[in-house]
């Protein structure tokens, strides 16, 4: 059985920010979210219009979806999470278009696994440090966004 896009953004928050209270996980869904409805560049071509399953399923961008990492069963996976009420919350309040503030149009994040945060990421240059939150960096898009 298919999850619901409902169901995905509630483990992909789970499953991607369940350590960083609530703050870090709205933080989550709000860059999901702003991937699903940037109006140009990759995440357009990506979601169609507006679909959480692709972004979500996007190969690449979220660990989470990797049942394997580093040629080992990843066990921390969205398919192994057991939303509870706050996540669905969290979910449902990023699809009825709610953002944290301090996200802003941040399109990526990262946990650098070091107290500071690169300037850019991606490599390509297309995101430049917005803020970090708790364990994460965000990044917001720079003008090279627009042409991936």
Not at 18 to 31: L, R
Request: charged share 20%; glycine share 10%.
């Amino acid at each position: 059985m298919a999850y619901s896009e409902r169901e995905l953004l509630a483990r992909i928050v789970q499953c991607e920010a369940g350590g960083e209270g609530q703050q870090g996980m709205m933080a989550v869904a709000s860059v999901v979210m702003n991937r699903v409805n940037v109006p140009e560049g990759e995440y357009a071509r990506i979601s169609q219009g507006g679909s959480i399953r692709n972004i979500i399923y996007q190969q690449g961008q979220f660990d989470c979806v990797r049942e394997q990492l580093y040629g080992k069963y990843n066990s921390q996976n969205i398919y192994n999470m057991n939303p509870t009420d706050i996540h669905y919350y969290i979910a449902d309040w990023a699809i009825a278009g709610n953002r944290l503030n301090e996200i802003g149009e941040c399109l990526w994040y990262l946990n650098p696994f070091k107290p500071t945060c690169d300037n850019t990421f991606p490599r390509n240059g297309s995101g430049s440090f917005h803020t970090r939150l708790g364990d994460h960096c965000f990044y917001r898009p720079t003008a090279k966004y627009k042409d991936t």
